[in-house]
């Protein structure tokens, strides 16, 4: 046990020194550098729209880039393209495992694709030559349930998983072309930057890793939640990650600081974050909690300057769209709304 004993001192030494070395570059606080910034006035938004039609609860929602479509996953076992603007139902596409926990929708607008306790990530493409919609890959290799795909492109598309991994699948050939590994527990949640030249993935161990996607390789590692992270995201310009976690809080980390810049959390929330959202400009945090709301933070002060309520039961998922004009929530009581 002697040399584990030694090689445990040793990474623990490292930790220290990665510690001090994050210390000695922070030349000011969160808090100072925006103090000189007034809080956003009272934010509040109303359901535009209710999008009714999945029988059971909802998991996911992922917009598409023309801010008008987006898809939505329940565990009815139906994949649900909707017309956020007429409600209208343009594809509901069955699926082979109901237990769906993840879907999103490729930046070309042609393919959708999900996946879950089946381990496997389907993609379907809703562009078919006779109109319907067709599986068009299943993407099988992981042991344990999809928590989240993500596209690159119509031919790259990038899944994290239970199995404490994450992957990058070539759609065409089917095949894994990385394999990212390095987290210590389940894999929840992941985010593509707007270059897509990185992804940051949110796993059970309670950190956060910044992957290179060519490389392959884990360029940092943010800790500090006290419990699972479910959440993931980019800030919109790519410099900063933004975390919700069972822990009750959101985190937002500086990419080029390599470190946690600020928490955003209230004595009155006891409940775990399931799922956040910037605003087009960063400046607002929707975050969605088990207690059937969205909180709304102001990003800069740390302060809830609103609250979506209106759903019966979880808030699951939650995603602004491309344009920045509109939020869409998903929950468990099988609806879901577009506010702003």
């Known amino acids: 046990m002697g040399e584990m004993e030694q090689l445990r001192k040793e990474a623990d030494n490292l930790k220290d020194q990665i510690t001090a070395a994050r210390k000695a ?3 000011t606080t969160f808090q100072e550098a925006a ?6 006035g009272r934010v509040q938004m109303k359901t535009r729209k209710t ?71 389907s993609i379907y493409n809703l562009k078919g030559k006779d109109g319907n919609v067709k599986v068009m890959r299943e993407l099988a290799a992981h ?36 394999v990212y590994a390095g987290h210590q527990g389940d894999c929840m949640s992941l985010g593509v930057s707007p270059d ?10 309670f950190t956060a890793k910044l992957w290179d996607i060519r490389e392959g ?37 500086d990419l080029r600081a390599d470190q946690e810049l600020i928490t955003y959390q209230d004595s009155s929330i006891m ?19 088990d207690d059937f709301n969205v909180n709304i933070w102001d990003s ?11 759903h019966d039961n979880r808030v699951s998922c939650i995603g602004v769209s491309a344009d920045g004009m509109a939020c869409c929530t998903g929950s468990w009581d099988s609806f879901l709304k577009i506010w702003n």
């Open 271 to 289: 409940c775990g974050v399931t799922s956040l959202a910037p605003s087009l400009s960063g400046r607002l945090i929707l975050a969605g909690y």
């Open 300 to 310: 800069l002060k740390a302060e809830r300057v609103g609250v979506l309520a209106g």
């Open 51 to 121: 999008l009714r039609g999945h029988l059971a609860k909802i998991y996911a929602m992922h917009w598409a880039t023309d801010s008008k479509l987006c898809v939505s996953a329940s565990q009815d076992g139906k994949l649900i393209v909707w017309d956020s603007i007429t409600t209208n139902k343009v594809n509901a596409i069955p699926l082979k495992s109901s237990w769906v926990m993840t879907c999103a929708y490729a930046p070309s607008g042609n393919l959708v694709a999900c996946g879950g306790l089946d381990n496997m990530c």
């Open 35 to 40: 103090a000189g910034v007034a809080v956003v």
């Open 143 to 178: 042991t344990g349930y999809l928590s989240c795909c993500r596209f690159l492109s119509d031919s790259e598309i990038i899944t994290s998983s239970g199995d404490c991994t994450c992957v990058l699948w070539d759609i065409e050939t089917g095949t894994q072309k990385t």
């Open 196 to 205: 897509f030249k990185f992804f940051i993935s949110g796993a059970c161990d």
């Open 217 to 253: 390789t884990c360029r940092q590692t943010f800790g500090g939640h006290e419990s699972d992270i479910n959440a993931i995201g980019f800030f919109p310009n790519g410099n900063a990650v933004l975390t919700g976690s069972d822990d009750a809080t959101c985190k937002l980390y």
């Open 25 to 27: 570059v922070q030349d």
